[in-house]
């Protein structure tokens, strides 16, 4: 697509519920990222798909979260179990090919817990 | 120690001066540099990126790198209310991104 795509915009969910958030990179991109945002701070690592495999998944705060990219586009983040300090918004970005690329972010997805 | 350094500010200037905002970085391997403008409740969007040491100008934007001193910098020229936001500044250390906090920035009409 012309631009990386995030679904859904907002998701409000309620504490202990599994959420999934979705990322459609630029097509041709092959490096994927997930950054979590909170107010006032700037983007914090998550993860980082290079084709279908996580290159990088150190930024992950906990088991309960995961993400995958099943056929090297489109990645999905999952959160199991979720708790109110998840709340933030989800930054999805890619990059032609990770090696040093300016990266693109798609719009976010604000996450509530309550 | 975190891996960027930002004046999270706020930083005031008026319409048509210079705005000047600072990142230091502590990985003295990290080989990219850049800067995003993000306006309230929207994501970022990249602005510049500088890779060698020295000057970059990109219309009104100007990115700045000594990797001597670990420091990159973003000038605007001529800032416009339309400047107004926060700007992160962005540092790749092998294939992973750091961003620094964001310094906010408002442009007095």
């Known amino acids: 697509g012309a631009g990386v795509s995030q679904t859904p915009s907002n998701k409000v969910t309620e504490k202990g519920k599994y959420v999934e958030l979705r990322c459609d990179p630029i097509?041709?991109?092959?490096?994927l990222y997930w950054y979590r945002q909170s107010l006032g701070q700037g983007p914090e690592f998550l993860i980082y798909?290079?084709?279908?495999?996580?290159?990088?998944d150190s930024g992950l705060p906990n088991d309960r979260f995961f993400a995958v990219r099943p056929e090297g586009s489109v990645s999905t983040l999952k959160i199991q179990r979720t708790e109110r300090g998840d709340s933030a918004v989800y930054l999805c970005a890619s990059s032609l090919s990770g090696s040093g690329e300016k990266l693109l972010f798609g719009s976010g997805t604000q996450l509530s817990v309550l | 120690q975190k891996e960027v350094e930002q004046n999270s500010g706020p930083l005031s200037v008026p319409e048509g001066a210079i705005a000047s905002l600072n990142c230091t970085y502590s990985d003295r391997g990290s080989q990219s540099f850049f800067w995003y403008r993000q306006y309230s409740g929207k994501s970022p969007e990249l602005i510049m990126f500088?890779?060698?040491?020295g000057d970059k100008e990109d219309g009104r934007f100007t990115a700045q790198l000594n990797k001597a001193s670990q420091y990159v910098s973003l000038l605007i020229r001529d800032s416009q209310p339309s400047d107004s936001a926060t700007y992160l500044c962005a540092v790749i250390t092998g294939n992973q991104f750091y961003f620094g906090t964001g310094t906010s920035l408002t442009v007095i009409p």
């Open positions: 798909f290079q084709g279908t495999g996580a290159a990088d």
């Open positions: 500088i890779y060698s040491n």
């Open positions: 097509s041709g991109h092959t490096a």
